[in-house]
């Protein structure tokens, strides 16, 4: 078995954590190769044996771990969605739906992953794309899309057209586009709702919306979106998993649901009724 690692250098927690997952797993002979972020001179140093991550050698990992919080699975799934390498998050940031394993017990999820005690889930994502090639370097969205009003313009007119039909004319701060995996991310802080990540839905949430009547909406994940943005200041924020860039107001999104998926490794018995039940401490 041979699993690559993933996560944050720049955070003491994290090099504390990888280097303690390094020695568990060498210590059960299981191969290692790091991101090039965590590959640094102490690993050299520490744990000469350790390779270099390399994308073209894909086929040989079994696994990656992402260890920090949701943000550096997103960051990890950007980076090697596209080999489809099952993924495991394992937490070290806040909240983390995305992460199962908690840094408290990452010695006994170690113990189930390299004995193979776990199932692979598909995620669905999304793809967003404008007229003009090239413009968006970064399509691909696991959790949402997200045209926000950019700088400290004021709010934004967002129209938005469904499978060739028009929708509404959102007067907000933004609007969400939102997978189910990620309607427990960005979503929920603005009050979206929750979805199982196996539904084949996608979300619209407006962000600061000027109409109270205006509501979530859940679509059929084959929608074809389309988005026209209005703004005081001729541009916009799109956020792609949190990847952002501004685009001038004139260019046209087109949001669909992708070809790609990423595969998200989970513990045997482990649901999202647990996770939700566990992070939200419902019935606590």
Known sequence: MTIAIFGNALRSETIREVKHIVEFLQQRGVGIVLSRELRHDAFYREFPSVEDYISQTGESIDFALSVGGDGTFLTTASLIGHLDIPIFGINCGHLGYLTEGQVNNV?????LLITNNYTIEQRSM??????????????????EVAVLKSGLSSMITIDVTLNGEFL???KADGLLIATPTGSTAYNLSVGGPLLEPHVNAIILTPVATHSLNIRPLVVLDDSKIDIKISSRNDSFLLSVDGRSQVLNQELELHVERSQRTIKLVRINGQTFMHSLKDKLHWGK
Not at 107 to 111: I, K, P, Q, R, T
């Open 126 to 143: 999304l793809e967003v794309t404008c007229q003009q090639e090239g413009k968006i370097a970064l399509p691909y969205a696991l959790n």
């Open 168 to 170: 509404h004319n959102y």
């Open 107 to 111: 010695d006994a999820v170690l113990e």
